[in-house]
């Protein structure tokens, strides 16, 4: 079931229509069996083995506490990484997949929220979960299968038993998030798919296209896939974490990827960088050069074990220690010439935008050589006509869309209204949430009729 | 509620790491509230507080911190244990 396809939308709004009658003693149940549903229409097989992996998990705290030597939840973790690893290893096999079984369905996103628990557990940071039902619920919940966010446990178990929530919300959420993707991002994406499919033959201007609207792309249909996942969470009393806080803002690196994807880089943040960071604290400047590389290196690896997505990492790891490293004496320069504070935070942005750009080629590029060949001809001269091959119409709708979502993003009108509505007259906010709502489906439904059949998000591979 | 000779002497490090010398720690501060405690100034925090009481923290200590509270607790309990 695809997150942009109709059927998903019918058995979304039947599935929280059965929610808002459901007992609330039973409703972790139902998400559990809903989610088990939705895993099966993927493929059944895999929901078995998710099945397996959840039993083995729930397990290993219980285990833990009779054992007293900590010694169950390391060989748990280390068999949830090998299980991750052996299914991506596993891609660049003739088959692909182990026992016919290609890549499951959401395994990155589940293994982590695993992983996260039975760390917590260790750690202290919270108590493990006495209900197998209430568990099996956290790690099957299917809004965030597909993509995240990667909730962690206590947040998720927090919300229970989940209470139905404001409909006009959620339906706007998962409204805005296919607004994202059918209009700015698959516009945009009609231009960047021919740059990336012909670089060996085109020069110049339209490579410059592409080198700055990928990134575009790529956060309007991920961040537009954790909107659905956000708003389709809301539906059943869930409100997920965020995953992007308007990256294309950042100044620095370090800042940037504050704001991008960041239930994925605090996890890592929590259960890799730490623990090295922590290990390797004696080691000065070198320790930390060496956690944030292997930190970035290991985001590279996640996205798969191919030469571009290693060059990525490498990238961003270069990146990251030269800006971690330099931190606090640009700092400190800063302090004592404060007039040039605004030129550093301009040059920084600018700095920062073209590092995330050229690094972004070698993650969508085929092959490291159709990367380095489209960054090697920037400086060429464009063939005439080169305007037209990229699909005027379609470049000009979806970058029209991209500044409509920056500027929403900005000011945030439903922030907005949420501070302005508790004072507004009852027949306002009853007109304002139909209005919601309205605008919502008709956006859905216009949407799905002009998008054609089958839609994938650019981060549902992972 | 830590004392206040913890409280001050962790609020001094954290003002010279985080670059804010106008930082007041509150027992149920997080590092979401102030500006560039992030996972890597987190672990120079945490250094710089082992050196300045001489105390070693283990992965599980720094990983299970929620909160500044935490963090003064968890010293006060450490330089109970040691005598420092």
Known sequence: MNFSGFPYLVFLAVAAGIFQGCPGRHRALYLLIVSYLVYCTWSIPGAALLFAVTVLTYAAPVLEERSKRGLTTTIVVVLLGCYLFAFKLALLTPTHGIGGLILPMGISYYTFRLISYVMDVRWGKIERERSFVQFAAYVAFFPQMVAGPIQRADDFFAQLPPKPRELAGAVGRIGWGLTKKLIAADNLGVAVSYVYGHTASLHGAPLWVALYLFPLQLYADFSGLTDIAIGSGLLFGICGPENFDRPFTASSITAYWRRWHMSLTTWLGDYVFTPLRMATRTAGNWGLAFSTSVNMIAIAIWHGLTGGYLVFGLLHAAFLSADVLTGRRRSKFFKKHPKWDRVATLSGWVLTMNMVAVALVYFHAHQITDANQLLAHLWSGSAPGWLDALGTRSLFRGAAAYVVLELCERYRPDIWWAQVRPAAPRWVRWSMASLAMVLGLTGICLLLSASGEHVRFLYEIF | ?84
């Open chain 2, 1 to 84: 509620m830590a004392n206040a000779d913890t409280h001050q002497r962790i609020e001094v490090i954290f003002r010279d790491i985080l670059d804010d010398e106008t930082l007041v720690l509150r027992p149920e501060m997080t590092a979401g509230e102030v500006e560039n405690w992030d996972s890597i100034s987190h672990i120079d925090l945490m250094v710089g507080v082992e050196r300045e009481f001489g105390l070693r923290f283990t992965t599980a200590e720094v990983a299970g911190l929620k909160n500044v509270g935490d963090l003064e607790a968890l010293v006060e309990k450490k330089r109970a244990a040691s005598g420092k």
